[in-house]
């Protein structure tokens, strides 16, 4: 691939100068800040702006991250890339309360994590659990949110895929679904949660806020998906 993903080092840049290095059926630049949907977190929008302006309307993570935006711009060309920032700032406080919500459901209520999708409006977990209640998901969010109040520091960190795989808890999907490369990136939500991770996320736990789980529903004998919002 050759785009440098920049939001994978800074969430919080809004816009960037890049160039235009290929037209497939899309936009190929330089470098990114718009996050290709993929790992539950959707795809951001905004514009690019050069000789005219470019709405972006999605971004896709194949070979390459193609934009695919309205009208083209021209090979080598220079733009401007400006993200919708309400839009991905709401997705990196739900990706970061989506990773507490999940690792308190395994670690303090035995739930397994089969899948999940970050949302503007909500999120939502499907997970394997028997006989859920209203009770368990009142405890689960008071215990979100005791967590998200500690103002627990997000960081990002390189490891040793080796290294991931040895460590407890870290793992919560199978591993074949694992990036294949050597040296992986993990996201650290103070000694609530890690595991490695693509997505973007919020600095601090208090950026997230408080979460309310409004909704379980049954998907089957053993599964359920768990709906939560969080404040605007
Ligand atoms: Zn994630």
Known sequence: ????????????????????????????LDRTIFYAASGGQPTDTGSMVGSATYEVKEVAKREEIIHKTEPLPSLGER?????????????????????????IAMKEFGAMITGNQIGMEYSRIDFNFKDW???????????????LRRNQDVSVLSMKRDDILKM?????????????????????????????????????????????????????????????????
């Open 168 to 232: 407890d808890g870290a793992l919560k999907v199978d591993e074949r679904l694992l990036p294949t490369s050597d040296v992986l990136r993990v996201v650290k939500i103070g000694d609530v949660d890690m595991q490695p991770d693509g997505g973007t996320h919020v600095k601090n736990t208090s950026e997230v806020g408080e979460i309310e789980i409004y909704k379980i529903e049954n998907k089957g004998k053993n599964n359920k998906r768990m709906y939560f919002t969080i404040q605007r």
């Open 79 to 103: 733009v401007k890339l400006i993200i919708d920032w309400d839009r991905r700032y709401m997705h990196m406080r739900q990706h970061t309360a989506i990773h507490v919500v999940s690792s």
């Open 133 to 147: 209640n209203s009770e368990i998901s009142h405890s689960l969010q008071a215990r979100v949110n005791e967590e």
């Open 1 to 28: 691939m050759r785009t440098v993903q920049v939001y994978l080092e800074d969430s919080y840049l809004r816009e960037l100068e890049a160039e235009v290095v290929e037209i497939i059926d899309g936009v190929v």
